[in-house]
């Protein structure tokens, strides 16, 4: 994936605040964070589930600074804030990131 997510600063900010390990699955972004990691959940012999890292944790603090310090809400998905993605064999795209790769990378 190779496009301009938000093109506002603070848009950026509550994308990252979202929580989400990686932003580069745009076919995720339809899914909290949790739902990920439930979803790359194994179960073990028991049963249970088993997340692959146990130590993974919502970013509480940084979403709450976010929230106050620039009045606004962080969203449960990313969807909400990304409207389009692009990729960089996309010919067609007319992001402005996208175009500018193609254009540099021959």
């Known amino acids: 994936m190779v496009c301009v997510l938000p093109d506002d600063p603070v848009e950026i900010l509550r994308l990252c605040a979202i929580g989400y390990d990686e932003l580069c699955w745009p076919e995720d972004y339809g899914l909290t964070p949790s739902e990920i990691r439930e979803r790359r959940a194994v179960r073990d012999d028991d049963g249970e589930l088993v997340v692959p890292d146990p130590n993974e944790v919502e970013p509480v603090a940084f979403r709450a600074w976010v929230e106050t310090t620039f009045g606004v809400t962080v969203p449960a998905t990313a969807s909400e804030i990304v409207a389009t993605t692009a990729d960089m064999d996309d010919e067609t795209s007319d ?12």
Not at 95 to 106: A, I, L, N, Q
């Open 95 to 106: 992001d402005p990131f996208c175009r500018w790769t193609r254009e540099y990378s021959g």
